[in-house]
């Protein structure tokens, strides 16, 4: 299983930002998938999540800005993010847990500048 994320950069605050996380070896139709985002001198939290029936979970801090989706057909999971604060600055990774083994991808940084 390879992730591969993308989508970063720097957005002013209040802007938008799609990520998209390409998948190999696996798609996201099963249960266990999620984005995750680690700020400078922070632990790694979970941003929100997607199990294989569609049912979505979020952080407090994003609920009703940020929105994860699938597209199994390319293999492709995506967090929308609108309304973005600077506290939204972080290395955003995705994670796909398979087999009992977890996978995450390289992550890619946002940066929202106020």
């Known amino acids: 299983v390879q992730l591969q994320a993308s989508g970063g950069g720097l957005v002013q605050a209040g802007g938008s930002m799609r990520l998209p996380c390409k998948a190999s070896g696996t798609t996201f139709r099963f249960n266990g998938n999620g984005w995750y985002r680690q700020a400078p001198g922070k632990q790694r939290e979970l941003v929100a999540d997607i199990s294989g029936d569609g049912t979505t979970t979020y952080a407090d801090s994003v609920k009703d800005r940020f929105t994860i989706s699938r597209d199994n057909r390319v293999k492709t999971m995506y967090l929308e993010m609108v309304s973005l604060k600077p506290e939204d600055t972080a290395v955003y990774y995705c994670?796909?847990?398979?087999?009992?083994?977890?996978?995450w991808g390289q992550g890619t940084l946002v940066t929202v500048s106020s």
């Open positions: 994670r796909v847990d398979r087999w009992g083994t977890t996978f």
